[in-house]
C-alpha cells in the first residue's frame, strides 16, 4: 500500500504542476500589457470624435471620447491603427510610448464614395421625391 500512496502523492505533485504552469501562462501575457493614452485630431487641431484605434492584427480597440481622447490596453512592441471615415488611417509603432497625440489628415480622394441616404415618413399626398448631385468643390 505505501507504493500504491506514493503513486498518488506524486500523481497529486503532477496535476498540481501542471495546473500551475497553466496558471503562469495565462498570467504572464497580460503582466506585459501597457495602458495607453492619446488624442486624436483633424488637421486643424479639432478632436475626432469616434475615430477607431485598433490594435493591428486583432480585433481588439476602442474609439475616441468626445474629448478626441482614448485609452487602451496593449501589449509590448504593439502597432495601433487609426482610422475614421474620410480620414487616411494611420498605423503606429507604440514601442515605449504611453501617450499620443495623432492629427488624421482628410482624404479627399475616397471622399466622392461617402453616400448620405435619408429615409422618412410621409402621407401620400404630401410625398414628393428628388435626388441631386454635388461635386465636393461645391461643398
Known sequence: MRKHEK????????????????GF????????????KGLVTDT????IVGA?????????????????LFELEVPANATITISYMGYIPQKIVVGNRTEFKIQLAEDTQNLEDIVVVGYGTQKKVTL???????TNKEI
Open 25 to 36: 501562462i495565462m498570467v504572464v501575457p497580460t503582466l506585459s500589457q501597457t495602458l495607453i
Open 128 to 134: 414628393t421625391g428628388a435626388v441631386s448631385a454635388i
Open 44 to 47: 486643424q487641431g479639432e478632436a
Open 7 to 22: 503513486s498518488e502523492k506524486q500523481n497529486h505533485l503532477l496535476k498540481l504542476g501542471i495546473i500551475l504552469l497553466f
Open 52 to 68: 477607431n484605434v485598433m490594435i493591428a492584427g486583432t480585433t481588439k480597440g476602442t474609439s475616441t471620447s468626445l474629448e478626441g
